[in-house]
């Protein structure tokens, strides 16, 4: 399980998929609400983001906040009213516990529903390092 990332800093660059080194899927910090517009109802929802950690640094300057199993509870825990608490989970992911790879440009059209959209490509520009 994993997330997919354009370079933020390189038109035209391609995408990099993250993965978490666990067996077991992991959970994005994320917000929702549901507002009503007039009769309306909106339904809405947000991923947070944090800067990125040392192996996404050089691909993009943020990544997805993604929790340690461990806050799970404190994160979706209705009671907590107080920001401050919540804090300390929004931080990178650590590194060692990532790996990451280039990916095809299909990735980037929501059509392509192929698993060729996660398998690892290689090009000259990854393997020397830069995000072009």
């Given amino acids: 399980m994993g997330f997919t990332s354009g370079s ?6 391609d995408p990099t ?6 067996d077991c899927p992991f959970a994005f910090a994320g917000l929702w ?14 991923l947070l983001t944090t800067d990125a950690n040392e192996m996404l640094a050089p691909i993009h300057d943020r990544m997805p906040v993604i929790l ?8 979706l825990n209705p009671g907590i ?8 989970l929004l931080v990178p ?6 790996e990451a790879y280039p990916v095809s440009r299909l990735v980037n059209d ?3 529903d192929v698993a060729e959209c996660i398998h690892s490509i290689e090009t000259e520009d990854w393997l020397r390092g830069s995000s072009s």
């Fill in 8 to 13: 933020g800093r390189t038109a035209g660059s």
């Fill in 17 to 22: 998929s993250s993965i978490a080194r666990t």
């Fill in 33 to 46: 609400d549901h507002w009503k517009k007039g009769d309306e109802p909106i339904y809405s929802c947000i």
């Fill in 68 to 75: 340690a199993r461990s806050s799970y509870d404190l994160w």
């Fill in 81 to 88: 009213h107080d920001p401050k608490r919540l804090e300390p």
């Fill in 93 to 98: 992911f650590p590194t060692e516990q990532m």
């Fill in 110 to 112: 929501p059509g392509n």
